[in-house]
């Protein structure tokens, strides 16, 4: 059982940065590194979408609405995956969630497909 944690969410204003960051512990397979792990995020009353997954071997993929702006990144040695936000936007708050899956073939991830969740992380950009 693959346990995720996220933290590093906040309150911050338009144009600001801040790094999310998903913990993996518990890890089944040989290790954290054998898993795709993505970002997601869901406004109030919205659906959740991804944003922003990374393959085992670090291929990255963007949401057009995030592209040039979030970065997504690994250390399998530390067992983390990290997202970094720059220049955020209002519309940028959400609660943020890291899932993962072990088969991925690439592309935005859809969350119905995720084996693996964590419990979320605010983060709110005023203007």
């Known amino acids: 059982q693959l346990r995720l944690e996220e933290s590093g969410g906040g309150q911050v204003q338009a144009g600001d940065s801040l790094r999310l960051t998903c913990a993996g512990s518990?890890?089944?397979?040989?290790?954290?590194?054998?898993?795709?792990v993505g970002w997601f995020r869901q406004p109030l009353g919205k659906e959740r979408e991804s944003i922003a997954p990374?393959?085992?071997?670090?291929?990255?993929y963007y949401h057009d609405d995030v592209k040039g702006r979030f970065t997504i990144s690994r250390d399998n040695a530390k067992n983390t995956v990290y997202l970094q936000m720059d220049r955020l936007k209002p519309e940028d708050t959400a609660v943020y969630y890291c899932?993962?899956?072990?088969?991925?073939?690439?592309?935005?991830?859809?969350?119905?497909?995720?084996?693996?969740w964590g419990k979320g992380t605010q983060v709110t950009v005023s203007a």
């Open positions: 899932a993962a899956r072990g088969l991925y073939l690439g592309g935005l991830l859809d969350p119905d497909d995720m084996d693996y």
């Open positions: 518990g890890y089944s397979f040989s290790g954290f590194g054998d898993y795709a």
């Open positions: 990374i393959s085992y071997n670090s291929n990255t």
